[in-house]
């Protein structure tokens, strides 16, 4: 099928073309019919004016698939300042049901649990759209700023015999008669990997058997996930993150339809140390870990003092994080001792949590030491431990939310709307 | 941590750096020793005559991770032509526990068994970590490939309601209290997709509960995944991947160990219906598919007859392929009814098959028809038969498996050999 792209029409002004696409929307005036076209693209305008075209077209509703060949001319009025007139028009398949929502409104109208169970077709919403290619870019950015930088990418299992991060939120299945679990995190795998390859990333699902029902949480969600070994402490996994998202955001501005506003990454992202950032929360300092309204005071913060989106917290208390993490090799700020904090990081987008990372312990005899404090059983770690028995270099690394982000980047309430097919506490389907 | 790599010492002759690695291999002559360091690039001889240090490395064992600062060089005799003298060396972490096999020997000599229980040991040596990055190679030229034809990356839901392929072989969990299942390829959604951006691909884990111990099969494989609109017929689906396979098979050449024969990519595949399959491979005209033996033959034939690698069969029977799977639109050579067969095609790679694709359904009656035809009920497949109610292009895709595509390049017996932790019948960890 030889074909024109609506956005490539305007090349074509005096040929006579085919295009094709969705019936986006139909315009019945008194003697003509606007005929917009949808297709990958973007939006084309038909002009129709012959009387039993325009009869047809009354049978053709919204969301058909049909092939259009038309003169262009232009029309400074029209998408992309051409329109296609004289057209026929051919349908490809059988006229569309009309869906359950209109497509072509500025705005999806339905609830959201309504398009949801029609995603199929809310998808087709050009906003909708427009996220999902969002989000392709900044995966595209992730990994060409990594490619780049000598990292590999990797795929590891998604099916475990034990819990990654907690027992908790794990989704249980049937694997041949024996109990597995669904991966949390692929955060064993990429520790390996780092004593084969170095550098290692990964994007693929994570799973998490969320019993919350909120706006920013999902039973799975794409994790971008990264580490990299011979780093000297967590400043050198911060730097590596705050170059990575420059690579991704840099992506956004190349695409038909960009964020309203791509959020500078400043060369140096402002960092606090955990114990500032209940100061700056106004919180207790007795508190063991920052509540979402922390994160938006801090969000705020940020933005006010340093002008930035992105505020590093460093030094996360070592008890909230899991056992792999590296203890500080520096005292708090306020001169609490180093070994009650961490390594670990998270940096906040916007007031809300997108990254976690840190560094990561390394010596054989610190993680038998760190599952004791745990209480946990060496065994069900044995094959992840091997790495460490074997040696590891100090290496560190951290994982971004991609869902979150492109929600919080398009400023959505809801984490639901930038995913094409959310899974969560009460959605299975489609 | 500033670092020369093993492959860039060549360019600091003369001068005094430091590397850093794992310790390969420790070869003790009568006056010196032969340290060769390990790095993510490859291979550094490192020479050490002083004898206190000599003693040292007595403690040192192999896989011990160690920072190394010397004077670089030339040596023709030593990789990359260059080696590290007058040492000192850093041990960074606690020696390490001497493997269970040695990773500096041209080939691993422990049973699979062994080196799969201990996977983050064995994935280390050269040959397997070469095998890591020909994958990681791999899918880089397909996404490449995929992105300049303008096709958008998606991720979609590992957990489904139902099955997509067929009810058997699927891995059954608690979703929350309710029966999910893990997604044996992402099709429904990659089809639904191109109601939205018309092109699309996924790169994700798939899942197959087989029952079978053969050195082909994983529970859990990596799925390289295509599906785009506005095709003719299952001819264009062909000539796309085509060009998919030579964009992956491009990319190969560039790694600093590529494989020993990079097959090369016919401007046209051969390909032969299946009818003419089942003569080739002297089986019974009345064989409904065809066995690994047969493909075997087959592969053999399109060397011998076609030199090439790589062989379409087209038009398999309908009954043999999925619901969704398109007729065949033209009688097959041999005078049988085009209502027979289909517009699906496997793909086989020296004898083996490597890829399955064509054409699909795209008119909602059409599915209801499918569906009633096979016995299976319409309501589990309401979300994803939504795309086809309102308004599908014509379509079509594939899907490669992505180790086995590495192991056939690589001629290895065992597809375990190139997953860096595989999942099987019998296997849930590392």
Same mark, same amino acid.
């Given at each position: 099928?030889s074909?024109v792209l609506?956005?490539s029409?305007?090349?074509?002004v005096?040929?006579?073309?085919t295009a094709?696409?969705?019936?986006?929307?139909?315009?019945?005036?008194?003697s003509?019919?606007?005929l917009i076209?949808?297709d990958a693209?973007g939006?084309?305008?038909v002009?129709?004016?012959?009387?039993?075209?325009r009869?047809r077209?009354a049978?053709l509703?919204?969301e058909?698939v049909?092939?259009v060949?038309?003169?262009?001319?232009?029309?400074?009025a029209?998408?992309?300042?051409?329109?296609?007139?004289?057209p026929?028009v051919r349908?490809?398949g059988? $006229?569309?049901?009309?869906p $359950?929502?209109?497509?072509?409104?500025?705005e999806?109208t339905?609830?959201?649990?309504?398009?949801l169970?029609h995603a199929? %077709?809310?998808?087709?919403h050009?906003?909708?759209?427009?996220?999902?290619?969002?989000?392709?870019a900044?995966?595209a950015?992730?990994?060409?700023?990594l490619d780049?930088?000598?990292?590999?990418e990797v795929?590891?299992?998604?099916?475990?015999a034990a819990?990654?991060?907690s027992?908790?939120n %794990?989704?249980a299945? +049937?694997y041949?008669?024996?109990?597995?679990?669904?991966?949390?995190?692929?955060q064993?795998?990429?520790?390996?990997?780092?004593g084969?390859?170095?550098?290692v990333?990964?994007?693929?699902?994570?799973f998490?058997?969320e019993p919350?029902?909120?706006?920013?949480?999902?039973?799975?969600y794409?994790?971008l996930?990264?580490?990299f070994?011979?780093?000297t402490?967590?400043?050198?996994v911060?730097?590596?993150?705050?170059e990575?998202?420059?690579g991704?955001?840099?992506?956004?501005a190349d695409l038909?339809t960009p964020p309203?506003e791509?959020?500078?990454v400043?060369p140096?992202i402002p960092?606090?140390?955990?114990?500032?950032?209940?100061a700056?929360?106004?919180?207790s300092? +007795?508190e063991?870990?920052l509540?979402?309204?922390h994160?938006?005071?801090?969000?705020?913060?940020a933005?006010a003092e340093h002008g930035?989106?992105f505020?590093?917290?460093?030094?996360?208390p070592l008890?909230k994080?899991?056992?792999?993490?590296h203890p500080?090799t520096?005292?708090?700020p306020?001169?609490?001792?180093?070994?009650?904090?961490?390594?670990?990081?998270?940096l906040l987008?916007?007031g809300?949590?997108l990254?976690t990372?840190?560094?990561r312990?390394?010596?054989?005899a610190d993680?038998l030491a760190a599952l004791a404090r745990?209480?946990?059983?060496?065994?069900?770690?044995?094959?992840?431990l091997d790495?460490?028995r074997?040696g590891?270099?100090?290496?560190?690394?951290?994982?971004?939310?991609l869902?979150r982000?492109?929600?919080r980047?398009?400023?959505?309430?809801?984490?639901?709307e930038v995913t094409?097919?959310p899974?969560?506490?009460h959605?299975?389907?489609p």
């Amino acid at each position: 099928m030889s074909r024109v792209l609506s956005t490539s029409l305007s090349a074509h002004v005096g040929a006579t073309v085919t295009a094709a696409g969705w019936v986006h929307r139909r315009r019945q005036l008194k003697s003509v019919t606007f005929l917009i076209l949808r297709d990958a693209a973007g939006l084309a305008q038909v002009v129709v004016t012959a009387a039993d075209l325009r009869a047809r077209l009354a049978d053709l509703p919204e969301e058909s698939v049909v092939e259009v060949t038309g003169r262009v001319v232009g029309n400074p009025a029209a998408p992309a300042g051409v329109e296609l007139v004289d057209p026929t028009v051919r349908p490809l398949g059988d $006229p569309a049901v009309p869906p $359950p929502f209109d497509v072509y409104r500025p705005e999806l109208t339905a609830a959201l649990p309504t398009q949801l169970d029609h995603a199929a %077709v809310a998808l087709r919403h050009p906003g909708r759209a427009a996220a999902l290619r969002i989000s392709a870019a900044l995966v595209a950015g992730f990994r060409a700023t990594l490619d780049r930088l000598g990292f590999v990418e990797v795929h590891t299992p998604k099916i475990v015999a034990a819990a990654t991060e907690s027992g908790a939120n %794990v989704f249980a299945l +049937d694997y041949f008669g024996r109990p597995g679990y669904l991966a949390q995190s692929p955060q064993f795998y990429k520790q390996m990997l780092v004593g084969v390859l170095e550098r290692v990333y990964e994007v693929g699902p994570v799973f998490r058997a969320e019993p919350h029902d909120t706006t920013r949480h999902l039973a799975q969600y794409t994790s971008l996930d990264v580490e990299f070994g011979f780093v000297t402490d967590h400043r050198d996994v911060m730097r590596l993150l705050r170059e990575v998202l420059a690579g991704m955001l840099g992506r956004l501005a190349d695409l038909p339809t960009p964020p309203a506003e791509i959020p500078a990454v400043p060369p140096k992202i402002p960092a606090v140390h955990f114990t500032e950032a209940l100061a700056v929360a106004g919180a207790s300092p +007795d508190e063991p870990d920052l509540a979402p309204a922390h994160e938006r005071a801090l969000g705020e913060w940020a933005r006010a003092e340093h002008g930035s989106d992105f505020l590093f917290v460093t030094g996360y208390p070592l008890a909230k994080r899991p056992f792999y993490t590296h203890p500080a090799t520096e005292d708090a700020p306020s001169g609490g001792p180093a070994a009650a904090y961490s390594n670990g990081f998270d940096l906040l987008f916007r007031g809300v949590e997108l990254v976690t990372g840190g560094q990561r312990l390394r010596r054989y005899a610190d993680y038998l030491a760190a599952l004791a404090r745990r209480g946990e059983p060496v065994e069900p770690y044995a094959g992840y431990l091997d790495a460490f028995r074997h040696g590891m270099p100090p290496h560190g690394g951290f994982a971004i939310g991609l869902e979150r982000m492109v929600a919080r980047l398009l400023g959505v309430a809801n984490v639901r709307e930038v995913t094409p097919f959310p899974r969560d506490l009460h959605r299975l389907t489609p």
